[in-house]
């Protein structure tokens, strides 16, 4: 990730289960180039040992104020000012009661207030603590004061609860800190996305649809944004938080994403078909549940409007990306749709089998735009995603600045 490389970045880690998520984070900054130095609460050492973050940063792990070793005793000062950002993940409860009132009694707080770096604060704990109205005005304050607040994510909890309070995972964190240091790139600019599968009724109970978990489009929606676009996100039936900033349009079928899209693509600067469309649509949805009395049945499909080529076609197109999900020959297929429907890029994967494409963490992608190809990855989807953007940002500058056709 581009805005990650050689970044300082100081994690904070206190008191909470989810520190067991910490390491990865660690590695992960670590991986898209990020100097990483970790500073952990008394708390934290009950969950996670300071060893294991010295071996996944290669650097020693702070866990003293007071430590007379430490840069002549003003280990805090040197760390606040090494760090050109903070992020504590997890945030726990009384981490975050601690920082809105300005308290210095450990290592970490100490060092928040004694440094400019902007601070980002990913919440972890139970959804009754965060849902109280102490941590309410707590997170109140410290957004007031400019403090990120990244999360919490809904679902099951450690204390086998269930709703808002899980810490965000390591890479939707990575692409957040990503975010601080993204260059403006798109700033100004209008850019539709479509993201996730689309699901086409058999029945009033039955739909046909795809493995699209919407990963992808996501993390370009929030790295477009994040390089200062103006995003607007049409998303097919996925179970993803909306990126921060990003306005969401909801659908669910080939039809309304056809719809929402063109409503909106002759006012957009760039286009990116990201979503896995049905081609096919069931031609006479009954109103009732089909029975099962016949040994077999047959559906009857048509297709459904093509909206990468509909948008490609219009008058004043916007700067138009497709994607191509290929099971072979991926090349050649992302050529032939790269010519075929008049796209600015394509953006090729290979699917159908396990660890990238549909439904993973990671993708491997083959770029390919009029003049010129990329292969990026393999790579987590956030960090390609972020190396997207970039690309997409230098083609569309080159095309309307008249350095390309
Ligand atoms: O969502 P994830 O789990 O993160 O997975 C990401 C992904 C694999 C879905 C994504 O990277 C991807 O490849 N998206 C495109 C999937 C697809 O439908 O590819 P296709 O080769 O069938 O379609 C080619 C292009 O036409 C795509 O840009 C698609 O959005 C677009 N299309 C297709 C059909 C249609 N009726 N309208 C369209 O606009």
Redesign the pocket.
């Known amino acids: 990730m581009a805005g990650l490389e050689h970044r300082r970045v100081l994690i904070g880690v206190s008191a909470g289960i989810a520190a067991y998520k910490t390491p990865d984070l660690v590695r992960r900054l670590r991986e898209v180039g990020a100097e990483v130095r970790v500073v952990m609460t008394a708390g934290a050492m009950e969950f996670v040992k300071p060893l294991t973050f010295q071996a996944v940063s290669g650097q020693p792990v702070r866990t003293t104020l007071l430590d007379p070793d430490a840069e002549a005793g003003m280990g805090h000062i040197e760390l606040a000012r090494w760090a050109e950002a903070v992020l504590i993940a997890p945030a726990s409860a009384d981490l975050l009661a601690r920082l809105a009132h300005g308290l210095a009694d450990d290592l970490l707080t100490t060092l928040c207030l004694a440094t400019d770096a902007p601070l980002m604060v990913a919440p972890a704990m139970n959804r009754l603590m965060w849902a109280h109205p102490a941590t309410r005005a707590n997170c109140g304050l410290l957004a007031e004061r400019g403090v990120l607040i990244v999360g919490p994510d809904e679902g099951d909890q450690a204390c086998g609860e269930s709703g808002a309070g899980r810490m965000l995972e390591p890479l939707a964190l990575v692409q957040r800190l990503g975010g601080l240091f993204a260059e403006p790139v798109l700033s100004g600019l209008r850019l539709l996305i479509?993201?996730?599968?689309t699901r086409e009724a058999v029945d009033p109970v039955r739909y046909i649809s795809n493995?699209?978990?919407?990963?992808?489009?996501f993390a370009i929606a929030s790295a477009a944004r994040a390089a200062g676009a103006d995003v607007t996100l049409v998303a097919g039936p996925?179970n993803l938080e909306t990126p921060t900033g990003v306005d969401r349009v909801d659908v669910e079928t080939?039809a309304e994403m056809?719809a929402a899209v063109m409503s909106r693509a002759d006012t957009s600067d760039i286009f990116i078909?990201?979503?896995?469309?049905?081609?096919y649509r069931v031609a006479s949805v009954p109103d009732q549940k089909i029975k099962k009395s016949a040994e077999r049945l047959s559906l009857e499909l048509e297709r459904?409007?093509?909206?990468?080529?509909d948008v490609a076609s219009l008058t004043r197109a916007p700067f138009t990306v497709?994607?191509?999900?290929?099971t072979e020959n991926l090349e050649a297929h992302a050529e032939d749709?790269l010519q075929r429907k008049g796209l600015d890029m394509i953006?090729a994967?290979l699917?159908g089998r396990p660890g990238t494409?549909?439904?993973?963490d990671d993708?491997l992608l083959w770029v390919r735009w009029p003049t010129g190809s990329r292969s990026l990855g393999p790579a987590a989807?956030t960090v390609l995603a972020s190396a997207l953007v970039a690309l997409i940002a230098e083609r569309y500058h080159e095309r309307f600045s008249g350095g390309d056709s």
């Open positions: 479509t993201a996730g599968p493995r699209s978990s919407g990963k992808m489009g996925v080939a056809h078909a990201c979503a896995a469309v049905a081609d459904n409007p093509d909206i990468l080529g497709g994607f191509a999900a290929e749709k953006i994967n699917v494409g549909f439904d993973a993708n989807k």
